[in-house]
């Protein structure tokens, strides 16, 4: 995880899939803060793609409806993919394994991308106007053909 603007608002607690990272969402020209996952591949091939969505209601600031997750293949280029991590659609309050989509993969590297700009306001520090992005586990599996 890395923080260009104040990395004070880097908050680490043990929820999630064995513990997650978040930060506040912003509306920005460019992010402050961003995560990259480094994906392993077996080859060629489509994967499906899953972010875990923790539950966000241990907190008195919302998780975010505007999560964008970005998908880089080298030879393919990039996806965005925007969640509700408020509201997911795997489950009512997460906790749950979110389905980013099936990528086409053909060599070099497959990142997960996320960061804090997701268009919301930061209104404050633990404020029911601000917006958590929340930052946990990804995973891929290759589809059989």
């Known amino acids: 995880m890395s923080c260009t603007g104040a990395e004070y ?4 607690n043990g929820y999630g899939d064995g513990g997650m990272e978040y930060t506040y ?5 460019a992010p ?3 995560s990259k996952w480094f994906m392993p591949t077996n080859g060629p091939g489509t994967y499906d ?3 875990y969505i ?7 600031t919302p998780a975010t409806e505007n999560a964008r997750y970005k998908i880089f293949r080298d030879e393919i280029g990039s ?10 659609t795997c ?3 997460g906790e749950c394994w979110g389905h980013l989509g099936a990528f086409s993969y053909v060599s070099g590297q497959f990142i ?13 520090l633990n404020c029911s106007r601000s917006h958590l992005v929340m930052f946990d586990s990804i995973r891929i599996k290759k589809k059989l053909s």
């Open 79 to 88: 996806s965005f993919v925007q969640i509700n991590q408020r509201f997911p």
């Open 9 to 12: 608002f880097w908050r680490v």
């Open 32 to 34: 402050e803060c961003h």
């Open 91 to 93: 489950g009512s309050r």
């Open 112 to 124: 997960v991308w996320l960061d804090d700009n997701t268009g919301e306001a930061f209104n404050g």
């Open 54 to 60: 923790p539950d966000d209601s241990y907190d008195n």
């Open 25 to 29: 969402a912003i509306d920005s020209a």
């Open 49 to 51: 793609v899953w972010a």
